[in-house]
């Protein structure tokens, strides 16, 4: 969860505030009690507002713990200077909430703050409602969520194997603009620094590691020549090699190019993608990295912005097939998916029952595993981070995720690539609405609704908002 500051505003006048402190603290107390039930860490700063020297003293000390997002809490009228003078000394966030018991005018007070706050041009959010309040709450969680995850960018940095593939321009974005506007690095990396570190990795394990998902996996089609055992450890020498550059280089999330090199040459990266965004491997649980195929930017971005919401891995996928009749689309994409997705449980050893690992199509004649599964079923939220004219937009919707009869599961994949993953997905957006406007081939999605918190999320890095809904 996220850190969250709260700063509770008062009346400037002394004999006002003596009254009302009391009543003042009682109320923090109840907001900051029901704001760590929900899991969130609060800070508070060592005394109410009252005072113009207070009002930036706190502020700065509640900003030196580092949160995510802060809260001016108003529970009395409170005199609207000692806002401006907070909002100066806090950075990031900004959140005002107003108590609504009637006893005190709370209300009254946030308005006058946030009207000042108007005229000087500084974003933020009002709430309101009583400190235990369940939707107050939720509410402070969304906000804090996307700012938590908004935060996270700045001083992150994203590590680049390789350059554009295959003239997909959608992959790629300017690293000036993601410093100014995101203040993430690019670390640029040569693929063949991949290739050498996975000669040079750990054999032993390699074949431990085939060894677990032959055991485990719904099945491994070796065919002798697209896969065999050595070209799955091929692989997953790649996903060790990777894992070590990014603990050298302390990458913080990734993209591979792929195509055409490392595809007609050396491997496919299925393997090593898949498990990178899986929240385990062989050895156990681990933390998502998130990576995107073809060394996709924005895929990327959008990808780790979910991550960070979410704390889920995030489905990359190709917009591959429009199923008119059905009213669904086909997401597919290689060997892109984390076989997490294929049940979404807890257990590795369920998900992966659900997985084959099938030789890779012509496509690729280096060879390899590609990671094929069908998604589970659920409701899910879509998003893509794209660039129109060189400002950044986010598109956003809500869908859900299907599954059928085997028969029509197995129809279904035929009609495309049947080696490679897919999710077949119900959109809440018009087909026409989505095939004239949406900003690129790749889409990414997380289980459950978090529109709320993308929203605010693109607040937050001033980018523009397109939501579509069939409503």
């Avoid at 200077?81 to 009637?102: R, Y």
């Amino acid at each position: 969860m996220a850190r969250i500051g709260v700063l509770s505003i008062s009346d400037g006048r002394d004999h006002v505030h003596a009254r009302n402190a009391g009543f003042i603290q009682s109320k923090q107390d109840t907001l900051v009690r029901a704001l760590a039930a929900a899991g969130h860490e609060v800070v508070t700063g060592d005394e109410l507002v009252a005072t113009s020297t207070a009002a930036t003293k706190v502020a700065r000390q509640v900003a030196a713990a580092g949160v995510d997002l802060t809260i001016f809490h108003y529970v009395v009228w409170s005199f609207p200077h000692f806002t401006m003078l907070a909002a100066d000394a806090t950075p990031g966030s900004l959140v005002l909430v107003a108590g609504t018991d009637p006893v005190e005018p709370g209300l009254v007070g946030m308005l006058a703050a946030g009207g000042a706050l108007d005229q000087i041009g500084r974003d933020h959010t009002r709430l309101w409602g009583a400190g235990e309040d369940p939707d107050l709450v939720a509410g402070i969680g969304v906000h804090a969520r996307a700012a938590a995850a908004v935060a996270s960018l700045r001083g992150s940095t994203f590590g680049r194997f390789g350059g554009r593939p295959m003239g997909m321009n959608t992959a790629v974005a300017n690293t000036d603009q993601w410093m100014r506007q995101f203040g993430i690095d690019v670390e640029e990396i040569d693929q063949y620094e991949l290739v050498l570190r996975a000669e040079r990795a750990d054999a032993a394990e390699a074949a431990r590691a085939r060894q677990w998902i032959e055991k485990h996996a719904a099945g491994v089609h070796y065919d002798g020549k697209s896969l065999t055992p050595e070209l799955l450890e091929r692989q997953i020498r790649s996903y060790l090699a990777i894992r070590d550059i990014i603990a050298e280089r302390a990458l913080d999330f990734s993209g591979i190019k792929g195509q055409p090199e490392l595809t007609e040459h050396f491997a496919t990266m299925d393997v090593t993608e898949a498990f990178l965004n899986d929240p385990y491997d062989w050895n156990g649980p681990k933390p998502v990295h998130v990576t995107s195929t073809e060394a996709d930017m924005d895929g990327a971005l959008t990808m780790q912005l979910f991550h960070k919401i979410t704390g889920t891995p995030v489905l990359f996928a190709d917009v591959r097939h429009y199923h008119p009749d059905r009213d669904i689309w086909d997401l597919c994409n290689s060997g892109q998916h984390a076989t997490w997705f294929a049940a979404r449980s807890e257990d590795p050893l369920v998900n992966l029952a659900k997985v084959n690992f099938y030789p890779e199509v012509f496509f690729f004649p280096a060879g390899g595993a590609s990671v094929q599964h069908i998604a589970a079923p659920g409701q899910m939220t879509l998003a893509r981070l794209s660039r129109k004219s060189g400002e950044y937009r986010m598109q956003l919707m809500l869908g859900e995720f299907e599954s059928y009869d085997d028969e029509t599961n197995d129809a279904l994949v035929r009609a495309s690539t049947p080696e490679w993953p897919h999710a077949f997905a119900r959109l809440d957006a018009p087909a026409d609405v989505f095939l004239s406007n949406f900003g690129a081939n790749h889409i990414h999605a997380v289980p459950g609704d978090v529109r709320a918190e993308m929203r605010v999320a693109a607040k937050l890095l001033d980018v523009h908002l397109d939501e579509w809904s069939r409503g």
